[in-house]
């Protein structure tokens, strides 16, 4: 099955940096990857999710890249600010079969003002 | 749109209990929705895919006749936590995905359930 490793388990940026949190994938059939953010106690919010037949997406302050040959995808997030720290998880999934998806580990991230 | 309601937000209960947790797809139709398990500072796994009209797909290492799910119609699903031991403490969220032109659907998160058995 598939398997998602998701890279670095916490990551602390100045406000006004840039974050990259980086992931990569097992299985070639997966062609789904959506990333969540998620506040303490509260529901995962989709962020931004990207397939495998587009290379690269952005929206605003976030992107995501996808590289199918080497099985990994990355979000960046610019010019972050205080309401970015959570904790973010990037998936992978099968959009046009079982649909499920499956986790990555998660980023604690914190924004330091 | 695309609001998934998740109920009760909190429970406490006694070991033994049964608990049911309900996840509703407020202004879309869902054939598919989605039972996670989230321990604290972990990631989500999934338990289980409920099929609406079928029986749930459930991921190695679930019991089946420990968490009942029942996907009865398409704007609601059931999990039923079964006998409740405070190992099965954790944090429940279901998800689900609008049936309309669902290969373009991400999945919507209900806001979870927190069990707590004593």
């Known amino acids: 099955g598939e398997n998602v490793e998701q890279h670095p388990s916490t990551l602390s940026v100045q406000e006004g940096d840039s974050a990259v949190i980086k992931c990569t994938y097992s299985d070639s059939a997966s062609n789904y990857f959506p990333w969540y953010k998620q506040e303490l106690g509260k529901r995962p919010q989709l962020i931004i999710d990207?397939?495998?037949?587009?290379g690269e997406k952005k929206d605003q302050r976030i992107a995501v890249t996808l590289n199918k040959t080497a099985k990994h995808f990355s979000l960046h997030i610019t010019e972050t600010q205080p309401e970015d720290s959570a904790v973010y998880f990037c998936a992978a999934g099968d959009h046009q079969g079982a649909q499920k998806l499956v986790f990555g580990q998660g980023t604690r991230l914190t924004i330091n003002p | 749109g695309a609001v998934v309601s998740q109920h009760p937000s909190w429970v406490i209960c006694k070991s033994g209990t049964s608990v049911k947790i309900e996840c509703r797809s407020l202004?879309?139709?869902?054939?598919?929705m989605f039972w996670y398990r989230q321990f604290p500072k972990q990631s989500l796994m999934l338990m289980a895919t409920?099929?609406?009209?079928?029986?749930?797909?459930?991921e190695q290492g679930v019991e089946k006749d420990k968490f009942l799910i029942n996907h009865a119609s398409l704007t609601l699903s059931t999990l039923t936590v079964t006998s409740a031991h405070p190992e099965d403490s954790s944090f429940y969220i279901c998800?689900?995905?609008?049936?309309?032109?669902?290969?373009?659907?991400?999945?919507?998160f209900g806001d979870g359930t927190r069990l707590s058995i004593l």
């Open positions: 202004d879309f139709q869902a054939t598919t």
């Open positions: 409920s099929n609406e009209g079928s029986k749930a797909t459930y």
């Open positions: 990207i397939r495998s037949n587009v």
């Open positions: 998800s689900a995905r609008d049936r309309t032109n669902h290969l373009n659907q991400p999945q919507h």
